[in-house]
């Protein structure tokens, strides 16, 4: 079992940053694709962003394009989300999440798992 710890949400005003930190543990992240989700009362789960642990290779939702980053420290298997130039909108419960699929004679299968998330939220 893969387990996720999310940390670093917060109350700020609308122009100020935050960096959220994923901690994960009980497996390597290897071959893991991590991402950023954020979930705001009354709407749908929203994708953010997402690094494939082997490469590095990071993919980005167009609505944070610029103002959101998404680093990792392998060391710590610890994936990072900066959020700079914060808005009110941004408001809501950030969730870190790791998914592989698994193939096996039977086909195929996700791994997944999700963390507990950390709420955000941005005053004007």
């Known amino acids: 079992q893969l387990q996720l710890v999310e940390s670093g949400g917060g109350s700020v005003q609308a122009g100020a940053s935050l960096r959220l930190s994923c901690a994960a543990s009980?497996?390597?992240?290897?071959?893991?694709?991590m991402g950023w989700f954020r979930q705001a009362p009354g709407k749908e789960r929203e994708f953010l962003g997402r690094i494939v642990w082997s490469f590095g290779g990071i993919f980005y939702a167009d609505s944070v394009k610029g103002r959101f980053a998404i680093s990792r420290d392998n060391a710590k298997d610890t994936m990072y989300l900066q959020m700079n130039s914060l808005k009110p909108e941004d408001s809501a419960v950030y969730y870190c999440n790791a998914l592989r699929v698994i193939t096996t004679t039977q086909g195929e299968h996700n791994d997944e798992y999700w963390g507990q998330g950390t709420q955000v939220t941005v005053s004007s």
């Open positions: 009980g497996r390597t992240l290897g071959t893991y694709t």
